[in-house]
């Protein structure tokens, strides 16, 4: 069996009823969709959603960062003058 990775679970019938209930008694926190007692999905709120792209995009900022300046010495020094 598979790690739940959410303090609360609600089956797939129980999502069926009433999501937004679901996502009120949550708090906010992640819902781990169940199927025979399996994580499916994971339900979060749209802010917590939102958040979690602005740390993907950071972090592949962050490698694309990393890349560029492994190739520093390919640049080309321009002025701001020049721009």
């Known amino acids: 069996m598979r790690q739940i990775l959410a303090d ?3 089956s797939i019938s129980e ?3 009433n999501p937004t209930a679901l996502l009120a ?3 906010g926190a992640p819902i781990a969709i169940l199927n025979h007692n399996n ?3 994971y339900l979060v709120p749209a802010e917590t959603y ?5 740390i993907v995009d950071d972090y592949q900022l962050s490698k694309l960062v ?3 300046l492994l ?3 390919q640049a080309v020094e321009v002025s701001l003058d020049d721009l």
């Not at 939102?50 to 602005?54: A, H, R, T």
């Open 15 to 17: 999502l069926k009823k």
């Open 25 to 27: 008694e949550s708090g």
């Open 71 to 73: 190739d520093k010495g």
């Open 66 to 68: 990393d890349e560029r």
């Open 8 to 10: 609360c679970s609600a």
């Open 50 to 54: 939102e958040w979690l792209m602005d």
């Open 39 to 41: 994580p499916t999905a």
